[in-house]
């Protein structure tokens, strides 16, 4: 395959190694600055160029896209996709986990288990967000942040609060987070590559420092990681849209929390500590799934008239609950079963033998108003746009007080 690796650092470890690891397999390998890099949309179809030129034919991308150039980077690996280019790490994901409360968020929809987070935006509401996460010592972290930078930990209220404050008067957005006090010092890094975890490493902090990250000073270990880490691992890596990424987790007393899913994982501290080939692991993964480019399938699917992706709910007293989805009248209604989603379960394209349950989550394709009227009424909208009332903007409503 002809494989184009997006980074600005080509002297960079990880860099190198993809590109040593893709040339030891006989593919032709091209590092492109992301920068470099301009978004063609005059023509008929979506195209790209490089250094002013038209960008030749790729049969896969693989991001490396730093913290400094998400938007435009992302706008690049958006216009690879478009391109239908394979790319093991969308545009999409990528967003998703640079930004730690979008990737708190949608880790919680599914389940994932996390230390205890709070976004705290205003002053009067930082006493309760420590009470919330398990009082003092909490973590702070900004929103954007990598390589332990903007982390920060916070031994007591007061000083909680102070550094929340300082923060806010410099525009910055805080998390916090409930400090898990059997893992200090250290944490598990699993690398993902498609459906499996390849590496796994345990990262210790040194001294008094909590930040277990190897750009902190930090000594790396190889650990055979527990197969509930590496379900966890790979689970959350698949729900933010990546297939290349390294997942942090805590070792709680409970088991795994997912701290954060980064899209572009280092290799050199988990190459060193485990002595494994990851680089040829990711390139093998690429070459494999070359010819499966990504595709939106939402937007895709909602381009016929009348038709279109929605989730129905299983719920008690339903009359889906004991049915088969052959039984369930869901094919005569014109509407598809993609997949069922039970508790943590995901099963593709089910078959018309399986059972539905109280809970079960149906993702679908079909007719709006055939799904329309599996949906509670609640979620139903109107159909035609109404009249401007004859007072359309009233006198302001105070603001009520807090708690109301």
């Keep these: 395959m002809k494989l184009a690796i997006l980074s600005r650092s080509l002297r960079a470890y990880s860099t190198q190694r993809l590109r040593t690891a893709g040339l030891d397999r006989g593919h032709q390998v091209k590092?492109?600055?992301?920068?470099?890099?301009?978004i063609d949309l005059s023509g008929l179809e979506p195209d790209l160029h490089f250094r002013g030129?038209?960008?030749?034919?790729?049969?896969?991308?693989?991001?490396?896209v730093g913290a400094s150039v998400t938007y435009f980077g992302t706008a690049v690996v958006r216009q690879f996709e478009q391109m239908d280019v394979y790319t093991p790490n969308t545009a999409n994901g990528i967003m998703n986990s640079r930004d730690k409360l979008r990737a708190s968020q949608i880790l919680s929809r599914h389940g994932i288990p996390m230390p205890a987070t709070v976004l705290v935006r205003n002053r009067?509401?930082?006493p309760h967000a420590i009470e919330m996460v398990g009082g003092a010592p909490v973590v702070l972290k900004l929103l954007e942040g990598t390589q332990g930078i903007g982390v920060i930990l916070a031994p007591?209220?007061?000083?909680?609060?102070?550094?929340?404050?300082?923060?806010?008067?410099?525009?910055?957005?805080?998390?916090?987070?409930?400090?898990?006090?059997?893992?200090k010092g250290t944490d598990v890094r699993a690398l993902v590559v498609g459906d499996r975890v390849v590496a796994a490493m345990r990262r210790r902090a040194t001294g008094e420092e909590f930040r277990s990250n190897v750009?902190?000073?930090?000594?790396?270990?190889a650990v055979d990681l527990d197969p509930a880490y590496a379900e966890i691992a790979v689970r959350s890596a698949h729900i933010m849209g990546l297939r290349v990424a390294g997942v942090d987790m805590l070792e709680g007393r409970d088991g795994p929390l997912v701290m954060e899913v980064n899209s572009s994982p280092g290799l050199q501290g988990i190459e060193t500590a485990t002595r494994l080939d990851v680089a040829g692991?990711?390139?093998d993964y690429i070459?494999?799934?070359?010819?499966?480019p990504d595709i939106d399938v939402r937007q895709r699917l909602?381009?016929?008239?009348?038709?279109?992706?929605?989730?129905i709910a299983v719920l008690a007293g339903s009359e889906l609950v004991g049915r088969t989805i052959g039984d369930s009248g869901l094919r005569e209604k014109d509407v598809q079963v993609l997949t069922l989603h039970r508790g943590t379960r995901v099963v593709p394209n089910p078959g018309a033998t399986k059972v539905l349950e109280d809970g079960d989550r149906l993702l679908c394709f079909g007719r709006h108003e055939s799904m329309r009227s599996l949906i509670p009424a609640r979620r139903r909208r109107p159909k035609r746009v109404r009249r401007l009332p004859k007072e359309p903007i009233h006198d302001v409503v105070p603001e009520l007080p807090a708690g109301g």
């Design 31 to 38: 590092v492109l600055d992301t920068l470099r890099f301009g």
């Design 156 to 183: 007591e209220a007061k000083v909680a609060e102070a550094i929340v404050e300082t923060l806010h008067g410099t525009n910055h957005q805080v998390l916090m987070q409930r400090f898990v006090r059997e893992s």
């Design 281 to 283: 692991a990711v390139v």
């Design 287 to 292: 070459a494999d799934q070359a010819d499966f």
């Design 53 to 64: 030129r038209p960008l030749s034919t790729y049969d896969a991308v693989l991001p490396r």
């Design 302 to 311: 909602a381009v016929s008239t009348g038709y279109g992706v929605a989730e």
């Design 124 to 126: 009067s509401e930082i």
């Design 215 to 221: 750009h902190r000073g930090g000594s790396v270990e």
